[in-house]
């Protein structure tokens, strides 16, 4: 099956691309394991590709009102997720782990290694080193959910890249998923991403960029597949 790759201006437009075409590109699959083993199905994408050039604009998907449909995230849930669970190394009671904690994970020459990919950028901007790992091998084994059940970090890594354009540097990210809610994950992980390349600009003196995410394991829950069809209209 061939990965499903688009080009949206805002998270908001991607997000929507996404749903709208999901019940072309995607396939049915039982789960189990994770989140809701032997208990829903996920239409899943096999895989895909997205670039957002202006991911800083409309983070929050909207909803018509007359559709009676909740909206999936919103701007303040974003702002905290990244505060929380982006930037705050502490777990929670019952978290094993926090992107936070692998993100500022303190390194063997001191920092963390959100400082050291700062201060890559700062010294050598034009650098394919400045990359942040989310995952470790012992995820496996160690990494379990609030549910008592293995869960695994769904984000990976973040890699920053500086590409060259219009006699500025400009900083993206790319971020890969190995599993995506698309519904409410998807908006709410990218705006906090975002927040965080926002944060590493402010850092290193460089223009802000546009984002590009992957993932092979993005889909939807079946408990959403209704809604999902009554925001697109894809009704059966």
Same mark, same amino acid.
């Given at each position: 099956m061939m990965p499903f790759c688009l &080009? &949206?201006? %805002? /998270? +908001?437009d991607a997000w *929507?691309?996404?749903m709208y075409n999901l019940f072309d590109k995607a396939y049915s699959q039982n789960i189990q394991k994770g989140s809701f083993e032997n208990e829903q199905y996920r239409l899943q994408y096999p895989g895909i590709a997205v670039y957002i050039e202006h991911p800083s604009s409309d983070m929050v998907p909207t909803i018509p009102p007359g559709l009676g449909i909740p909206a999936p995230t919103t701007m303040e849930y974003i702002e905290g997720y990244f505060a929380n669970y982006l930037m705050n190394p502490e777990p929670a009671e019952n978290e094993t $782990? %926090? $992107?936070a904690s692998r993100i500022q @994970? +303190?390194?063997? #020459?001191?920092?963390s290694q959100l400082e050291r990919v700062v201060e890559i950028l700062r010294e050598t901007p034009l %650098? #394919?080193?400045a990359v942040i790992e989310i995952a470790t091998p012992e995820d496996l084994d160690i990494c379990y959910g609030k549910d008592g059940k293995l869960d695994p970090p769904c984000l990976r890594l973040l890699d920053f890249k500086v590409i060259p354009s219009d006699n500025a *540097? @400009?900083?993206t990210v790319s971020a890969y998923f190995r599993s995506w809610d698309l519904w409410a994950g998807f908006p709410t992980n990218l705006g906090g991403i975002e927040l965080l390349k926002q944060y590493v600009v402010s850092e290193t003196s460089l223009k802000n960029g546009p984002m590009y995410a992957y993932s092979a394991g993005a889909h939807i829950y079946g408990y959403q597949e209704e /809604?999902? =069809?009554? =925001? %697109?209209l894809r009704l059966k």
């Amino acid at each position: 099956m061939m990965p499903f790759c688009l &080009a &949206a201006k %805002t /998270i +908001s437009d991607a997000w *929507f691309q996404l749903m709208y075409n999901l019940f072309d590109k995607a396939y049915s699959q039982n789960i189990q394991k994770g989140s809701f083993e032997n208990e829903q199905y996920r239409l899943q994408y096999p895989g895909i590709a997205v670039y957002i050039e202006h991911p800083s604009s409309d983070m929050v998907p909207t909803i018509p009102p007359g559709l009676g449909i909740p909206a999936p995230t919103t701007m303040e849930y974003i702002e905290g997720y990244f505060a929380n669970y982006l930037m705050n190394p502490e777990p929670a009671e019952n978290e094993t $782990y %926090t $992107y936070a904690s692998r993100i500022q @994970h +303190s390194m063997p #020459n001191g920092g963390s290694q959100l400082e050291r990919v700062v201060e890559i950028l700062r010294e050598t901007p034009l %650098t #394919n080193q400045a990359v942040i790992e989310i995952a470790t091998p012992e995820d496996l084994d160690i990494c379990y959910g609030k549910d008592g059940k293995l869960d695994p970090p769904c984000l990976r890594l973040l890699d920053f890249k500086v590409i060259p354009s219009d006699n500025a *540097f @400009h900083l993206t990210v790319s971020a890969y998923f190995r599993s995506w809610d698309l519904w409410a994950g998807f908006p709410t992980n990218l705006g906090g991403i975002e927040l965080l390349k926002q944060y590493v600009v402010s850092e290193t003196s460089l223009k802000n960029g546009p984002m590009y995410a992957y993932s092979a394991g993005a889909h939807i829950y079946g408990y959403q597949e209704e /809604i999902v =069809r009554l =925001r %697109t209209l894809r009704l059966k």
